[in-house]
């Protein structure tokens, strides 16, 4: 049985001011039914991690650099998130791929230095608005995870994935519930393809304006183990609401 995990991505939102949320969000839910976790700005990070300390929130990085130390302007490390307190990180997000040009080869590398520094990766994919139009999803959530995932060490305890169609994130669009389950049950025969039986463990979360009016039809959804929020998760409320709906579905 797969726990489920609501994952809260504050892409490059939040001051220290925000630090509030995450005390609210951990007072709200002492003793969940589900992993919680929020990945902030790495400006936040350990600061977010003390915070956390001793609830059922944990902490996560947004990317991470595939070395563990070097000259390496503005980057950091696994080892570092580790020092700071994370205890994952999100890999290979779409912002990531286009912003930063970051290739399957290049995520599969970071993951690879996730897994060594013991961070669970949440490793993302997801097609564009151009690529579903014509026809092209699986082929690209396909090649995606075949070259962004390692060979070894990959499963359950160490290894999430988020799908995330790029059209979806930030749009309020959201794929119907047949579309999620499509790629969800493709992924999860993909990852029993190439990893076997302990791609059962493996959790799949979707990610894409995922909001408290619709996490519930989500989260009901074939082989849906939980959810990557962006908006939603900036704000205890509604990032509240998400976890409640997941230990409800
Ligand atoms: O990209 C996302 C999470 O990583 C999704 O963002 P939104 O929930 O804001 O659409």
Redesign the pocket.
């Known amino acids: 049985m797969r726990r489920k995990l609501a994952a809260g991505?504050w892409k490059m939102n939040g001051t220290a001011a925000s630090l509030a949320e995450v005390e609210a969000l951990a007072k709200a839910h002492p003793t969940p039914a589900v992993d919680v976790l929020l990945c902030p700005p790495a400006t936040l990070i350990a600061r977010m991690a003390d915070r956390a300390e001793g609830s059922a929130v944990a902490v996560g990085g947004q990317d991470c650099h595939a070395n563990i130390s070097g000259a390496h302007t503005g980057d950091i490390s696994a080892e570092m998130l580790v020092d700071a307190g994370a205890t994952h990180v999100i890999l290979g997000?779409s912002e990531r791929r286009t912003d930063h040009a970051e290739t399957d080869a290049i995520v599969r590398a970071k993951t690879e230095a996730a897994l060594a520094r013991e961070l669970v990766a949440v490793v993302c994919v997801g097609e564009t608005e151009a690529q579903r139009d014509a026809g092209q999803t699986l082929a690209v959530i396909k090649a995606q995870l075949a070259g962004s995932l390692p060979d070894a060490g990959v499963d359950g305890a160490t290894t999430v994935i988020a799908y995330?169609p790029v059209w979806?994130?930030?749009t309020g669009r959201v794929p119907t519930l047949e579309q999620i389950a499509e790629v969800h049950d493709f992924i999860r025969a993909e990852l029993k393809d190439r990893f076997g039986p302990v791609a059962d463990g493996i959790r799949l979360l979707y990610?894409?304006?995922?909001k408290p009016s619709n996490a519930g039809d989500i989260f009901a959804t074939s082989n849906v183990d939980g959810a990557?929020?962006?908006?939603?998760s900036l704000k205890a409320s509604d990032f509240s609401a998400i976890i409640a709906a997941l230990e409800t579905a």
């Open positions: 991505n997000h995330e979806a994130i930030g990610g894409g304006s995922v990557l929020v962006g908006g939603a």
